[in-house]
Every structure is written in C-alpha cells, then in structure tokens.
C-alpha cells in the first residue's frame, strides 16, 4: 500500500518537472482520493470489529456470571399473563414457556387463564373453562392468524403452537413475566430481559434474531474455559 502511494507521488512529482498535464495531475489525485478512502474505511471497520467482539465477550461473560448466582442456572420461564385482570397473580398465567438450556429442550404449558376475555383462542377452541380441554383443541387450529411461534431448543429451529391469536396476545393487554419453577417473579438480569424480549418478538416472527439463543448455549458451553 505504501509502496503504491510512493509511486504515485513520483508520478506527480514527474509532471510537474517536465510538463503540466492537467488531465494527469487530475488522475493522479483521483487515484490518490480513492485509495485515501479506502484506507479510512479499512481503519473504521477494523475499530467496529474489535468494538463488536469485545461487547460480545463481555456479553457472554455476564451470561456466565448471572447464571453463577441464579438457584437453578440455565433455566429459564416465561410467562404470558393478562393486564387487564384486576386479580391477575403470576399462578394464573394463560402460557408458560421454559427454556431448558441444560438439557436443551423447550417446553410450554398452559395455565389457569383461558384467554376468554379478549378472544386469545380461536373461538371455537374454548368451551368452558377447563384448559386441558383447550389444550387438545389447539392441535386441531392451524390457521396463520392463530399461530404462535417459539423457538425449540432440542430441534433448533422454530417450532408453533396453534390456536393463539397471537396479535392479542402480544398487545398491551397482555405481559410477558420471567419466573421461577414456583411462578414467583424473579428479578431480571440483562440475559433473562432480553431472553423475555426475544421470546415476545419471536413469537409474531419467526425470523426474528435469536443471537440471544446462541450466547446462552456458547456461554453454557465454555463458562469453564471463559471464567475469570
């Protein structure tokens, strides 16, 4: 590279000694502005890079660290409970999602709450208030506009539960809470917020970025090797 800004410093220097040639001398620091241009994209790209692998590491650290002094580490619940309830508890929740990172499996279960208020099942789906009635029903409910995606961790890819109406679910009416295996409320960290967040946007977009996903398994994976 240096070699070749030298040159062409040479080449401007020779024009000027011997003739002026305006077209050269335009050429030449054309060339020399398109290598200039170069150079500073190369520079900021490395300092993005280094920028991005550093916040990445740290990220994977706090990973490692939060699940340190967590009662039962790598294990994650979340639960879809409805706002709008006065005597909303986190026991009477309409849908629970767990991520098991230790044994890599997702499951989910449905709670207490059927949803019956806001039409979060199809309207067929619910006769009663029995959930487990609701539950073999949802088999049967395919439709797109009543599909929720989650993410499954044994398969590693994105697998649904049928018969939600997702779009109502993911309105204000409803939160989305991290808990225990009791459904206690437990208190959010940087890794279980944005494992809550992803498990909301996720379930309307099946694409949606699950970079999260990836560091809690890498940071399961290594916290051997990475601890400070």
């Given amino acids: ?17 011997v003739d002026i040639n305006y077209y050269n001398i335009f050429l030449n620091i054309f060339f ?5 241009i170069i150079l500073i994209i190369f520079f900021w790209d490395n300092i993005y890079k280094i920028s991005k692998n550093k916040s990445k590491c740290n990220q994977i650290l706090n990973i490692i660290r939060q699940n340190e002094i967590i009662e039962k580490p790598y294990i994650y619940s979340v639960i879809i409970i409805n706002n709008d309830v006065i005597n909303a508890t986190y026991k009477n929740y309409i849908l629970k999602i767990i991520y098991d990172f230790k044994n890599m499996k997702t499951s989910y279960e449905f709670g207490n709450d059927n949803g019956k208020e806001n039409d ?3 309207n067929d789906t619910i006769k009663g208030n029995n959930p487990e009635d609701a539950k073999k029903s949802f088999n049967n409910r395919k ?9 499954d961790l044994r398969t590693m890819k994105n697998e649904k539960i049928d018969g939600i109406n997702i779009k109502v679910l993911n309105s204000t009416k409803y939160k989305y809470v ?15 917020s ?4 992803f498990t909301k946007k996720y379930s309307e977009n099946g694409n949606y970025n699950q970079s999260i996903i990836d560091d809690i398994i890498f940071s399961k994976n290594n916290r051997e090797k990475l601890k400070i």
């Fill in 1 to 17: 590279m240096f070699s070749l800004l030298y040159n062409l410093q040479n080449q401007l220097l020779h024009v000027y000694s």
């Fill in 32 to 36: 020399l502005t398109i290598i200039m």
């Fill in 120 to 122: 979060i099942f199809n």
């Fill in 143 to 151: 439709k797109p506009e009543y599909q929720m995606n989650y993410f």
């Fill in 178 to 192: 991290n808990v225990d295996e009791n459904n206690d409320k437990v208190k959010n960290n940087s890794t279980s």
């Fill in 194 to 197: 944005s494992l809550l967040l």
